[in-house]
């Protein structure tokens, strides 16, 4: 396997455990549920296809569901989040050009472009999450208060990540 690979699997391995033995217990305010590991859908390689990047994603979510003791909550989120970076993220990250990025971060693409597409797939994840868990729309407050609160934090702890475990990339 190639190196681009290996990486992948040590993301996901400490995106996972991060958050199934930290993140799960921080439940702040009763609003703000920081969900770190979609950060790993969120950098897999822009060229990655369609069905392999949908069945990681629903894996990926399906793992914190089972952990979890949830009904499917997280994977269904997952899925959404990964179809909409299908549709986004070559518009958003690479402003439509051609261009296959390895690991979209803070340091391959230009930072208000990064933080505005992770703001982006936060936001759907987290409006589809706590839509499901509270079965509709019948406290849409709370459902929007919740998903602006927790975008905000997992933006920010998505940045700190990458400003601690990526390498900026030097170019010679």
């Known amino acids: 396997m190639n190196k681009l690979v290996w990486k992948n699997i040590g993301r996901f ?20 549920m920081p ?17 392999p990047l949908l069945l990681i994603a629903f894996g990926t979510g399906l793992i914190v569901d089972v952990m979890n003791n949830m009904l499917g909550f997280h994977a269904f989120a997952c899925l959404v989040v ?3 970076r299908i549709l986004f993220a070559d518009r ?24 505005s597409y992770l703001m982006l797939m936060l ?16 406290s849409f407050g709370g459902v929007i208060l ?14 700190l990540y990458q400003y601690i475990f990526l390498k900026k990339e030097t170019t010679v």
């Open 13 to 32: 391995a400490l995106l996972m455990a991060l958050q199934l033995l930290v993140l799960n217990h921080v439940y702040l305010g009763g609003y703000v």
């Open 35 to 51: 969900m770190l590991y979609v950060l790993f859908i969120l950098m897999l390689p822009t060229g990655t296809r369609r069905i």
């Open 92 to 115: 958003i990250l690479t402003r439509g050009e051609p261009i296959a990025i390895d690991v979209p971060s803070i340091y391959s693409v230009t930072p208000q472009y990064f933080i």
């Open 146 to 159: 919740a998903t602006v609160a927790s975008t905000v934090v997992t933006t920010m702890l998505a940045v």
């Open 123 to 138: 936001a759907a994840f987290y409006l589809v999450f706590y839509t499901i868990e509270l079965f509709g729309f019948r």
């Open 82 to 84: 990964a179809m909409l």
